[in-house]
């Protein structure tokens, strides 16, 4: 099932996609969930009712699915967990001999985030925004110390994100925190692809990123170091993992740093990132104004 978080003038609204029909849930039953994390959070039984009640849908619940301002899948989750390095021809092409042994993990803030279709700022004090797309996990189940063979129940969802990073400012300290927490410059979406709908821990897909229609990152999600169960352990020896939050679980090689010569996204690009199986996220690429 595909489920989006979309925009009303009464505020966010969840949705439920089938083609190009979206299912507003609020105009239905007042028991289904209101938004992307308490759908998260019902579990099956949350599953089971949006199911029924979207396959039932009265036509005035129906809206074109191309008409609505989406949303980022979560708009605001409580945490959002980014991976670094975890392809091995990434990790290959930033530091030849060395594979990390531990997952590298930083935090991206919700301010952070935009929509598909909206754009993604270029700042101001900067020419330096990157693309770098990413499998998104979505937390379903709440757990902490989850062992590696129970990892994937604790999935609710996926979805893509564009992890726009301002090469100059992460660069000039150790921590790369500020050049990845500039506003506007995390794209997150379109909709929420249950784990029904993919194989285990969305292995083996193919994961692509065009510029302007150009191919400039190609994977498979299978050649990621540390893979989905992999990093929910991980992460979840440290903290409690919640439904909404998400995991970024890290790009492949030819990031526009990383090329010869180096390739920055500009007003007027346009960033295309495909999942297999899943679909696209796309963003238009805008200066910021008024910083
Ligand atoms: O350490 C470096 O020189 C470069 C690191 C990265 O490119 C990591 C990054 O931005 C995120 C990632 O690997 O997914």
Redesign the pocket.
């Known amino acids: 099932m595909r489920l989006v978080s979309f925009a009303q003038n009464d505020g966010p609204r969840l949705g439920v996609r089938l083609g190009d029909v979206l299912i507003d849930l609020s105009q239905l039953d007042d028991s289904l969930p209101r938004d992307m994390i308490a759908f998260l959070a019902g579990g099956q039984e949350a599953f089971d009712a949006v199911r029924t009640a979207a396959d039932n849908a009265p036509p005035a619940a129906q809206m074109r699915f191309s008409s609505a301002k989406l949303l980022p899948v979560v708009p605001r989750p409580g945490k959002i967990i ?5 392809y091995v021809d ?1 990790a290959v092409e ?2 030849p001999r060395n594979l990390p042994d531990h997952p590298t993990f930083f935090a991206r803030l919700a301010s952070t985030l935009v929509a598909h279709n909206e754009p993604l700022l270029r700042p101001m004090v900067s020419t330096k925004l990157d693309f ?1 797309g ?1 499998l998104a996990v979505i937390i379903g189940k709440p757990g902490r110390l989850i062992p590696k063979n129970q990892a994937l129940a604790h999935v609710g969802g996926y979805a893509l994100f564009n ?1 726009g ?1 301002v090469r100059d400012y ?2 000039r300290t150790s921590q ?1 925190f500020l050049g ?1 927490n500039f506003d506007g410059t995390g794209a997150f979406g379109p909709e929420l692809c249950t784990p029904d709908e993919l194989p285990p821990g969305a292995s083996g897909l193919l994961l692509c990123t065009r510029v302007n229609g150009e191919l400039v990152q190609e994977a498979t999600t299978t050649d990621m170091l540390f893979p989905v169960p992999a990093l929910i352990a991980a992460l979840s020896e440290a903290m409690t993992l919640q439904p909404g939050d998400v995991i970024v679980t ?2 492949p090689s030819g ?1 526009g ?2 090329r010869k010569p180096p390739r920055y996204l500009k007003p007027g690009d346009v960033c295309e990132i495909e999942l297999e199986s899943y679909g696209v996220l796309r963003n238009p690429v805008a200066d910021a104004l008024g910083e």
């Open positions: 980014c991976v670094g390095l975890n990434h930033i530091s770098e990413e992890e990073s992460q660069f790369w990845k890290g790009t990031v740093f990383a």
